[in-house]
């Protein structure tokens, strides 16, 4: 069987939001739409809300892209808003397990609002803290900068974090999504793959300044 192609999740954060829809059909051909919600409490920048998020469902529900709606929340206590962000057009919410202490029961919240689970770590988190949940998600991501900004630089030791959970997930016989994101351009893109990484988020190597659809069609290259 050939193996499954990488799955791309181009991060919104770094479009430019006076002319969303137009940057949202440029990434049309990918799988998911990544975005990013920032509280400026979990980490130290606040990014958007519900609002920005219900365009994005307009806009992918008018154009019938079929797209996943990845909202990755960078939130402290995320149970607070599970619901609200459910509603408002997420497809699979992913939690930091650094962010609530309740980890197990939140992700059974967003099973039970009817939306794929997922869960996150920071790169200074030992990869120990997922293993409790990871029977009970579809989406497992390991952060490869500190949550909070777009262009950040990629750290390395995320590679052999990778290879553990995709080993885990493999003797697990779990087929949930295995992402990486931040720092993400045609370089690091072709060694994730390799590790193991099913889905990769990239933010400004896709929204550069020749465009998305250029973007994208750079990391699809690198990653052939
Ligand atoms: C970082 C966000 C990322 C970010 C990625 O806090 O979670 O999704 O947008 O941006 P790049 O690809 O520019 O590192
Ligand atoms: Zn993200």
Redesign the pocket.
Known sequence: MPPTPIKLAP?I??SDFTRLADELRAIRSADYI?V?V?DGQF?PNISFGFPLLEAVRRVRDADQTGQFIDV?L?VQAPERYLEQFAAAGADGLTIHVEATPHIHRAVQMIRDLGKQPGVVLNPGTPLEALRPVLPDVGLVLI?S????????RFIPQTYERVRTVRRWLDELGSNAELQV????NAETARLLAEAGASCL??????YGPDGAEAGLARLRGALA
């Open positions: 991060s954060l770094a990544h990013d920032m980490v990755h960078m952060m900068v500190n949550p909070g900004f777009g262009g950040q994101d931040g720092g993400v988020v990239a933010g400004s190597s896709v």
